[in-house]
């Protein structure tokens, strides 16, 4: 099992950037693939990014390339999301997670096994 907790959440306005971190714990972090999800008030939990074990491989979710950008240090157990050109519909709780199992790549929130608590983030219009 791993152990995270993402930071950098808050409030920002239309247009601003904000730049998300997860700090991983538990176990070997380089082997396994890590995401970013969202859930906005009365929605489902969607995906928001993926990044591959070693970092050479990134996933996106719909629209959001190109404004959000997704990376790791595998030395410092760490995963960043920076968020660019942010919307008011980008408000929601982001969460950091951890695939289940080394060296397999997804983007389905069930192959996830291990997530962090989560963080605010609201934009503002």
């Known amino acids: 099992q791993v152990q995270l907790v993402e930071s950098g959440g808050g409030l920002v306005q239309a247009g601003g950037s904000l730049r998300l971190s997860c700090a991983a714990s538990?176990?070997?972090?380089?082997?396994?693939?890590m995401g970013w999800f969202r859930q906005a008030p009365g929605k489902e939990r969607e995906f928001v990014a993926a990044i591959s074990w070693s970092g050479g491989s990134t996933d996106y979710g719909h629209s959001l390339k190109g404004r959000f950008t997704i990376s790791r240090d595998n030395a410092k157990n760490t995963v960043s999301l920076q968020m660019n050109s942010l919307k008011p519909e980008d408000t929601a709780i982001y969460y950091c997670?951890?695939?289940?199992?080394?060296?397999?790549?997804?983007?389905?929130?069930?192959?996830?096994?291990?997530w962090g608590q989560g963080t605010q983030v609201t934009v503002s219009s």
């Open positions: 538990g176990r070997t972090f380089s082997r396994y693939t």
């Open positions: 997670a951890a695939h289940r199992t080394p060296y397999s790549m997804s983007s389905y929130p069930d192959n996830f096994g291990s």
